[in-house]
């Protein structure tokens, strides 16, 4: 319940607007309710990214392919990213905190943040190199493909749930999928 609460009050004011009364209004608690279950606000946060980034992580998971050795790096990335974009658009809020912790929190808010999308870097990098087997220099190319794939991942995750666009999860998906495979593949 108060997670809950603290989602929408999060989601809605960014960690510099969120105070442990207002997450305690939004619950219909009293403040001393909330600090029973959380020390302070960032506490209160890192919860609330604990519980969020598993729904994003097994979104991202699912969507990337099961044998990334079939089929070309331009359909993994289409089809992944469209499951990935049309979840992060029915989920815009657990999408919003995330971006949102990054800025204005508590250091250790934001390296949690950073350690989580350090972790899925990662495992695009792995599915890069089944992906690509031939790929010159993987221990060099592959983490700058792995990251370039990440931030436009973000940046269209970005635009569903932050700034809002009128393009659809499979629209944007298509436009990253065409630099893909236009540019991956010459690597």
Not at 6 to 13: G, I, M, P, R, T
Not at 45 to 69: F, G, K, N, T
Not at 122 to 130: A, D, H, I, P, W
Request: aromatic letters at 6%.
């Amino acid at each position: 319940m108060i997670l809950d609460a603290a989602l929408e009050v999060f989601s809605a004011n960014g960690y510099a607007g969120t105070t442990m009364q207002s997450v305690a209004d939004a619950a219909g608690v009293t403040k001393p309710v909330v600090y029973d279950c959380f020390a302070n606000r960032d506490e209160l946060l890192l919860a609330l990214l604990a519980r969020e980034e598993q729904h994003l992580i097994i979104s991202i998971v699912a969507a990337l392919p099961a044998d990334p050795s079939v089929g070309t790096p331009e359909e993994h990335v289409l089809d992944g990213l469209t499951a990935f974009l049309t979840s992060a658009a029915k989920h815009p809020q657990s999408w919003r905190i995330v971006f949102g912790a990054q800025y204005g929190a508590a250091p250790v808010v934001a390296e949690r943040v950073r350690a989580a999308r350090a972790f899925l870097v990662e495992g695009l990098r792995l599915t890069l190199l089944k992906s690509l087997p031939g790929v010159t220099d993987p221990d060099a190319n592959l983490p700058v493909l792995a990251e370039l794939l990440a931030s436009m991942t973000e940046a269209c995750a970005r635009m569903l749930v932050v700034d809002g666009t009128d393009r659809s999860p499979a629209e944007l998906a298509k436009v990253v999928s065409q630099v893909v495979g236009g540019g991956f593949g010459n690597v």
